[in-house]
């Protein structure tokens, strides 16, 4: 069983850079490829950014060169730098966890509001 929280969502003004983070539980993280996914209201859940245990990233089109995930193992967590952002960018985001042998485990979710 792995457990996620995300935290560093709220309120954020066109332009601003917030960081999300996601803490995890489990003894073998370093194993884990990470996302973030994003789902905007009336709209499906969709893949921002994903980072494997080896440090490959792959980030959806419409964030690239905006958004930065990282991870440290040591302290199991994963990261989503978020730079410039836009109101269209307002969503639930969701930390990711999928496991070697791909079962996926979810975060409860942060909200990110893009307004002024």
């Known amino acids: 069983q792995v457990r996620l929280v995300e935290s560093g969502g709220g309120l954020v003004q066109p332009g601003g850079s917030p960081r999300l983070s996601c803490a995890a539980s489990?003894?073998?993280?370093?194993?884990?490829?990470m996302g973030w996914y994003r789902q905007a209201p009336a709209k499906q859940r969709e893949l921002v950014a994903a980072i494997t245990s080896g440090g490959s990233t792959n980030y959806a089109d419409s964030v690239k060169g905006r958004f930065t995930i990282s991870r440290d193992n040591g302290k199991k967590t994963v990261y989503l730098e978020m730079n410039s952002l836009k109101p269209e960018n307002t969503a639930v985001y969701y930390c990711n966890a999928r496991t070697m042998v791909e079962i996926d485990y979810w975060g409860q979710g942060t909200q990110v509001t893009v307004s002024s």
């Open positions: 489990g003894s073998i993280f370093s194993r884990y490829v």
